[in-house]
């Protein structure tokens, strides 16, 4: 059984910044095939998007829209990958799914958690 918890979201005043926390609780065998850590978006109305994404030897990589201004990272220890973003659009507004993909191709999400960029 694999559980992600996302957490962080809220809404945030343009040019504001925002840390998403994804938490994985898994057995040790899943946690250590665990391959691939990404954050993805959906706004309203349009498909789901790969923000950002990094893997097993922190090798990194982000949307050209949020290149310079997001930051993925992943804390081994906690069995945790956090998104940091900064200097936030309204653009940036979307219910944002972490998922955690395996070596064997298996992937989980987490719930989703609400981020919205509004003065």
């Known amino acids: 059984q694999v559980q992600l918890v996302e957490s962080g979201g809220g809404l945030v005043q343009p040019g504001g910044s925002l840390r998403l926390s994804c938490a994985a609780s898994?057995?040790?065998?899943?946690?250590?095939?665990?391959?691939?850590y990404r954050w993805y978006r959906q706004a309203p109305g349009k498909q789901r998007e790969l923000v950002a994404s990094i893997n097993s030897i922190g090798s990194t990589n982000y949307a050209d829209s949020v290149k310079g201004r997001f930051t993925i990272s992943r804390d081994r220890a906690k069995n945790t990958v956090y998104l940091q973003m900064n200097n936030l659009k309204p653009e940036d507004t979307a219910v944002y799914y972490c998922?955690?993909?395996?070596?064997?191709?298996?992937?989980?999400w987490g719930q989703g958690t609400q981020v919205t960029v509004s003065s």
């Open positions: 998922n955690i993909q395996t070596r064997f191709g298996v992937d989980y």
């Open positions: 898994a057995s040790i065998f899943i946690i250590n095939t665990m391959d691939w």
